[in-house]
């Protein structure tokens, strides 16, 4: 008795994380930064810093109390204990993607 | 027809269920297992022996009920690999088998000094139904199936299964190799790890990515299951801290990771350290490299246009792997020591070094004869990676060729000789790097111009042996942002 020839494998296996990711509401926006105490992060990419003192100047001139961050080496994410310290402290950050 | 896929499903006995004593397991189609049907059916009379059948239930005619097996489930179980096979079962567990017809070993096992009276005394049996090629592999995933913790995806009748793999976007451009569950079964017999084990923290989304998850990428870039531990290896250096997947993964520069592989196991599994040895056409070479990548795309989720933010990127970021090769021809010794040995790997130990490459450049010298020279030439070349006014801020690696190598040694440098000579060479005087000097804006930041820099941090010059035995060529590899602000070079030993 020859064997049946099984029929080609039609099922294969995810090759992913398989992550079903959250649905995450966005913080609602602000209608006016009057009042907010504004963050300003600097991921350390070369010529951030002018960018976000630029920043800093005109938010201040309109009176805004404004707080200065920076990642430790823009190479990687931000340590956690940045991102809870900026969360805690400020109602909005700007951050600089310069390069 | 029963499918791999049914067979995932489908019930799957706890063991093979069958009384302790004798077990005979038979086939028609076998001339040895009708040579000795009547041997069995005494067996089955006299001894109780239980007859198993594997592909017709009415054989051997004269055993009363025979154990029809043509689902091969207990010839599976019972790891049969030859008919007739006769074996004995203690407390549910086998303590000796014979394969084939012995009559003398037969005859011991069963204790009837007359079993078999008037055959021959010896023939061999044939392969069992259960390891023959076209049924094994249904088999396999019918009873090992549930080692496999991810998820099945059907591929619809009319779906072309390579083309479901890119709709999916699961692959790097190029076709992958459909990861079933026996394919990827037979990869994990490449190691001794388990499937569930967790290898490394996969980014940029933070999986946590099991051996089975490398297995099945690894299966998808074209690897053999002995490519395996080489793979898990480079998916753990890769996903160290030092390392930095995340950062190279995203970054605007072309890099990616190339894989360095050093020891006996490049050898063992066929890697091309020789001709084109970065280039195209050695199976392990190209698919380990891939590997890595079709797991940072796959489980980490790292895709360009995603996290991946490359500008140009490189051909390196589909696969850049290749072995170092060993140090020959001239008098041994620790005066040129392997890359992976300056790392702190023994010289017989398996590993794999990981450099954040941008991709490989000519350096061509056909005229130096003697190492100063040819350092100088070489240095000349890595002072402008990758700008000839920056400092500190990249690292290099330069694979060298048999012929360059040979200038080094035979004028009896040794590999830190040439080190030393380059960090000379490069070092820059105060002045040079300021920006705007030569004309050139780039350059380093006010007060990096006033004391002399030197051109690579401490550990940030690699020097590998590969290639072709032609050629007075060598490649210079440009890094990335160095150190532990970016990348750092990382050894890992391979496991098994």
Excluded at chain 1, 69 to 93: G, M, N, W
Excluded at chain 2, 142 to 158: K, T
Excluded at chain 2, 245 to 262: D, I, K, R
Excluded at chain 2, 354 to 368: E, K, N
Aim: charged share 25%.
């Amino acid at each position: 008795m020859t064997p049946e020839r099984p029929a080609p494998a039609r099922t294969v296996l995810d090759p992913t994380g398989e992550l079903s990711p959250d649905a995450h509401e966005r913080t609602p926006r602000p209608t006016t930064l009057d009042g907010l105490t504004v963050g300003l992060l600097d991921i350390t990419k070369a010529r951030g810093d002018v960018f976000l003192d630029q920043l800093d100047r005109r938010l201040q001139e309109r009176g805004l109390s404004t707080r200065r961050y920076s990642k430790p080496t823009f190479t990687k994410p931000a340590p956690l204990d940045l991102r809870q310290e900026i969360s805690e402290q400020c109602h909005v950050v700007i951050e600089a993607l310069a390069d | 027809m029963t499918t791999a896929a049914d067979g995932l499903r489908g019930d799957v006995p706890a063991g093979h269920g069958l009384p302790d004593g004798l077990v005979a397991v038979v086939k028609r189609d076998c001339p040895t297992c009708t040579l000795v049907a009547d041997v069995v059916t005494r067996l089955s009379r006299d001894q109780h022996c239980v007859v198993l059948t594997q592909d017709d239930p009415s054989f051997p005619e004269g055993v009363a009920s025979p154990v029809d097996d043509t689902a091969l489930d207990r010839s599976y179980l019972l790891g049969i690999e030859t008919v007739p096979t006769l074996l004995r079962l203690e407390h549910g567990t086998e303590t000796s088998r014979v394969e084939g017809w012995e009559r003398d070993r037969w005859r011991s096992f069963t204790g009837l000094d007359d079993l078999g009276d008037g055959l021959p005394e010896y023939r061999p049996g044939c392969g069992s139904l259960s390891v023959d090629p076209t049924r094994s592999d249904d088999l396999r995933v019918r009873f090992e199936g549930d080692r496999l913790a991810s998820r099945r995806i059907d591929i619809a009748v009319l779906e072309d299964e390579m083309e479901a793999a890119f709709d999916r976007g699961w692959t790097d451009g190029l076709p992958v190799v459909p990861p079933t569950p026996v394919r990827v079964l037979r990869m994990l017999d490449g190691t001794d790890r388990s499937p569930d084990e967790v290898v490394a923290v996969i980014p940029p989304d933070l999986v946590a990515c099991t051996v089975e998850k490398v297995a099945v990428n690894a299966v998808m870039a074209g690897c053999r299951p002995e490519y395996l531990p080489v793979v898990l290896a480079a998916v753990e250096a890769a996903c160290t801290d030092e390392f930095n997947m995340h950062g190279l993964l995203a970054t605007t520069w072309f890099s990616g990771p190339m894989v360095v592989v050093n020891g006996p196991i490049t050898r063992r599994i066929g890697m091309n350290s020789g001709i084109n040895a970065m280039g195209q056409g050695n199976r392990a070479n190209a698919t380990i490299g891939r590997a890595l990548q079709l797991v940072v795309r796959n489980v980490g989720g790292g895709r360009p246009g995603g996290v991946d933010r490359s500008t140009l990127g490189n051909p390196g970021k589909y696969t850049f792997c290749f072995p170092e090769a060993p140090v020959r021809d001239l008098p041994a010794g620790p005066d040129w020591p392997a890359q992976a040995t300056e790392m702190g790997i023994g010289p017989d130990e398996d590993s794999v070094t990981l450099f954040a490459a941008d991709g490989v450049r000519g350096f061509v010298d056909q005229l130096s004869r003697e190492p100063e020279s040819l350092a100088r030439g070489l240095a000349a070349v890595l002072q402008a990676m990758p700008h000839p006014k920056l400092a500190l801020a990249f690292d290099a690696a330069v694979v060298l060729s048999p012929e360059h190598l040979r200038v080094f040694r035979e004028g009896g440098w040794t590999k830190q000789d040439l080190r030393d000579r380059i960090t000379g060479l490069t070092t820059f005087r105060p002045g040079e790097l300021t920006r705007g000097a030569g004309g050139m804006a780039e350059g380093m930041p006010d007060g990096f111009d006033t004391v002399e820099l030197p051109k690579f941090r401490d550990g940030g010059l690699l020097v590998f042996h590969a290639g072709g035995g032609a050629g007075l060529f060598s490649a210079v590899i440009g890094g990335w942002a160095s150190g532990a602000m970016g990348s750092q070079p990382v050894t890992r030993r391979i496991g098994t």
